[in-house]
């Protein structure tokens, strides 16, 4: 049986969702971190370095470049569900199976059928952490460059991203390119993720931000994303 080339349609649909607001929230807190190098704790749930110790660490999995492979951190032999660094993970399984995603279920996944199977790990990664809250992930070489570990984070001291209407459009453009089919899915997630007001026809979804500021998203018949336009001064679009 040959390896999958993408992820199942119900993981696109919830990632879709998340997607705008976490792709913020990460460029933030990696332009906030930098490339310092920083040593992790999974014992103490702690990343430390360049001055900063960063608690609340929650070990989530592991990427093999040798075999294209994804481990969940709960199915790693070296941990279990009771490790401190990994017991809050429950939360992504427990979701998983609640809404059928056999992605946060499933300990093993292979991603060899990926076009970019490191890329892959790292969206599911990054969507996955969502179902945690928190500021984001942080990820790492191990094994002599042979394998990624990434963890969540969860501490204060992380920023956290604000709404922008200026950066919006540009937001909902990436976004919607990491997710093709579901875009409609990653406009409205974005809109529920900073609790705008939304108003939905056939061809156009429009948000108002509590500020007062406007986005809309037009799309083709087919569901295809083709402009976003902003309003910090809350006009109609």
């Given at each position: 049986?040959s390896?999958?080339?993408?992820?199942?349609?119900?993981?696109?649909?919830?990632?879709?969702?998340?997607?705008?607001?976490?792709?913020?929230?990460?460029?933030?807190?990696?332009?906030?971190?930098?490339?310092?190098?920083?040593?992790?704790?999974?014992?103490?749930?702690?990343?430390?370095?360049?001055?900063?110790?960063?608690?609340?660490?929650?070990?989530?999995?592991?990427?093999?470049?040798?075999?294209?492979?994804?481990?969940?951190?709960?199915?790693?032999?070296?941990?279990?569900?009771?490790?401190?660094?990994?017991?809050?993970?429950?939360?992504?399984?427990?979701?998983?199976?609640?809404?059928?995603?056999?992605?946060l279920?499933?300990?093993?996944?292979?991603?060899?059928?990926?076009?970019?199977?490191?890329?892959?790990?790292?969206?599911?990664?990054?969507?996955?952490?969502?179902?945690?809250?928190?500021?984001?992930?942080?990820?790492?070489?191990?094994?002599d460059g042979?394998?990624?570990?990434?963890?969540?984070?969860?501490?204060?001291?992380?920023?956290?991203?604000?709404?922008?209407?200026?950066?919006?459009?540009?937001?909902?453009?990436?976004?919607?390119?990491?997710?093709?089919?579901?875009?409609?899915?990653?406009?409205?997630?974005?809109?529920?993720?900073?609790n705008?007001?939304?108003?939905?026809?056939?061809?156009?979804?429009?948000?108002?931000?509590?500020?007062?500021?406007?986005?809309?998203?037009?799309?083709?018949?087919?569901?295809?994303?083709?402009?976003?336009?902003?309003?910090?001064?809350?006009?109609?679009?």
């Amino acid at each position: 049986m040959s390896a999958p080339s993408d992820f199942s349609p119900i993981f696109q649909a919830f990632a879709a969702d998340c997607t705008a607001g976490a792709i913020q929230q990460q460029d933030l807190v990696n332009a906030f971190l930098g490339t310092h190098h920083r040593n992790l704790d999974l014992t103490a749930r702690t990343l430390t370095g360049n001055g900063l110790v960063i608690g609340g660490v929650t070990g989530l999995g592991s990427f093999s470049h040798l075999s294209q492979t994804w481990l969940w951190m709960w199915d790693n032999p070296g941990f279990d569900w009771e490790h401190p660094a990994v017991a809050p993970v429950r939360m992504i399984y427990r979701f998983g199976e609640r809404q059928g995603i056999p992605e946060l279920t499933t300990g093993h996944l292979d991603l060899a059928g990926f076009p970019n199977p490191h890329g892959a790990a790292t969206t599911l990664a990054i969507a996955s952490a969502y179902v945690l809250g928190g500021q984001g992930i942080w990820s790492c070489r191990i094994n002599d460059g042979k394998g990624s570990t990434y963890v969540h984070l969860d501490d204060p001291q992380l920023p956290v991203a604000q709404f922008d209407p200026a950066a919006a459009p540009a937001l909902l453009a990436r976004a919607a390119q990491v997710w093709p089919r579901e875009q409609r899915a990653v406009v409205r997630g974005m809109f529920r993720h900073f609790n705008m007001a939304s108003n939905e026809t056939p061809d156009q979804i429009a948000g108002r931000h509590p500020s007062g500021a406007v986005v809309a998203a037009a799309f083709d018949p087919v569901g295809n994303l083709t402009a976003v336009s902003g309003d910090a001064a809350g006009r109609s679009l």
